[in-house]
């Protein structure tokens, strides 16, 4: 049976090591499982909300424990782990907040019907979801899909192998729900254990983040289950959200500090880069340009890299190590290769036995370069110059993702001629970088499936559906 291990990326030290579960082992949970989705999804869904928020107190007592324990499984600084958990806890607020505000309630139709006719689209639990997270934002990514899965009436079955005790605290959080048990499982399997969850497993959903090449492997197992007639559900849905190439524009009438500030520090420094929806292509208007290449090597110069639990660390170690570090400077020396500008960092740097990256920024890139064409899961920031935004939205759609696109403009009519010219998942104006639970998270072509998680939208996508057409002419009270 394969060894699941993890080492602390800053230390090298092995922080997890666990036998994967087998395949008859996870199929027990399953069977729990199943059971505990048929009691959950008769609770009201208002019901439902109220449990599920009263579990996020399990999250706020275990601020201190988790995002140490981020740190030392994944590198991200214990400042920035602790505030992914209070945006967490946030936006399954909000998620309870739209199922106890109706999103779940039946869509009544009758209006369209004769009279005696009434017709419903009622919203349920899909039964059991399988959830694989990622190790990025390992809470954030993973209240997505639970917390939608939950409040529409179906149980979990959770895979957070990279992170695991976040798995950990998900299960001691949300197994138990007021009376009702066996509600979220986390397992931990390897890949070819998670294929056969896949491909056989007692499941009804499967959502994934992670890598486009992840997504296939996901999508190649769903289709091998189709073709088993044996099993009960053998066509499952799977709601993918996959990495991206996500460009910004600053429009020459854009308000400087602040693009400087979403774009740069929150846009692709924040967590090192390693963000599927970061800015990983700036365009800017030439009458900004120099000044943007500037602020941008100061905002650089600023960051730390270092030890992730200490306060002063802004940036810690890649996920990938020596791999990643190696992957991103190959893309700067193309791109240096090809004409652009090295303007800060395109090094290696050695902090107690550990290898960074210094934050990069390569000016005067086209797409004719690597950098522009393939995703950078780091901080490395290539800035372009353009001369209307004509070129720049053109420049911003030449890519085969569709996750997000960004825009810094005070001109509304800018912003709407933005929105009207790009098809992306989502399309931010003067922000980036933000997954907003009031809003669907979605993505196109390369970067998913055009599944849709979060908003009371997102609660719908998670249920369902079924139509009741009632005569009711033939129904006696």
């Known amino acids: 049976m394969a060894m699941v291990r993890l080492n602390n990326p800053f230390t090298g030290e ?117 959830i694989i997270s990622p190790w990025n934002y390992p809470l954030f990514t993973a209240i997505n899909g639970v917390v939608c899965a939950l409040l529409s009436g179906s149980a ?21 729900l007021g009376d009702q048990a066996d509600l979220l499982f986390n397992i931990t399997v390897d890949y070819e254990v998670s294929a056969e969850i896949i491909e056989r497993g007692d499941i009804d959903q499967v959502v994934f983040t992670g890598s486009v090449q992840g997504g296939r492997v996901i999508q190649q197992s769903i289709a091998r289950r189709a073709l088993n007639d044996q099993l009960d559900s053998p066509f499952i849905e799977a709601a993918l959200e996959l990495g991206s190439n996500d460009a910004c524009y600053i429009a020459e009438d854009a308000d400087l500090e602040q693009a400087l500030l979403w774009a740069v520090k929150i846009g692709r420094l924040h967590n090192a880069g390693q963000s599927c929806c970061a800015v990983k292509r700036l365009y800017v208007h030439e009458s ?112 085969r993702y569709g996750l997000t696109a960004s825009i810094f403009t005070r001109s509304r009519a800018r912003a709407n001629a933005f929105i009207e010219a790009l098809d992306f998942g989502t399309l931010y104006v003067n922000r980036c970088n933000f997954v907003d639970a009031r809003l669907g998270w979605i993505g196109h072509r390369h970067s998913g499936n055009g599944s849709l998680a979060l908003s009371p939208e997102g609660l719908r996508a998670f249920s369902r559906k079924n139509s009741l057409n009632i005569n009711g002419a033939a129904l006696e009270d």
């Not at 009758?110 to 979801?129: E, M, P």
């Not at 192998?161 to 299960?171: A, D, H, Q, W």
């Not at 890299?305 to 991103?328: K, M, V």
């Open 156 to 176: 979990v079955l959770l895979k957070h192998t990279t992170t695991p005790s976040v798995g950990r605290l998900f299960e001691r959080a949300f197994h138990t």
């Open 288 to 399: 900004l340009y120099d000044a943007v290449v500037e602020g941008a090597r100061a905002i650089m110069a600023a960051e730390v890299n270092g030890d992730p639990l200490r306060p002063e660390t802004t940036l810690g170690p890649l996920f990938g190590g020596r791999a990643a570090i190696d992957g991103l400077l190959e893309l700067v020396a193309d791109a240096t290769a090809r004409g652009a500008t090295l303007v800060a960092g395109g090094a290696r740097e050695t902090l107690a036995g550990c290898d960074f990256i210094q934050p990069t920024l390569v000016a005067g890139v086209d797409h004719g370069m690597r950098i522009m064409k393939e995703e950078t899961f780091g901080p490395v920031l290539p800035v372009m110059k353009v001369r209307s935004d004509e070129e720049a939205f053109g420049l911003v759609a030449d890519t």
């Open 14 to 130: 092995t922080v997890f090591e666990q036998d994967s579960a087998s395949f008859g082992a996870v199929a027990e949970k399953l069977a729990l499982a199943r059971a505990a989705y048929r009691r959950w999804s008769r609770v009201p869904a208002p019901e439902r909300a109220r449990r599920v928020r009263a579990a996020l107190e399990v999250f706020r007592a275990a601020e201190d424990e988790i995002s140490t324990a981020i740190a030392r499984e994944m590198g991200k600084p214990k400042t920035a782990a602790a505030e992914e958990l209070r945006y967490m806890i946030e936006r399954a607020e909000y998620l309870c907040r739209f199922a106890e505000d109706g999103a779940l309630a039946d869509l009544d139709l009758s209006a369209y019907h004769d009279a005696d006719f009434q017709g419903r689209i009622r919203y349920r639990g899909k039964g059991i979801v399988y």
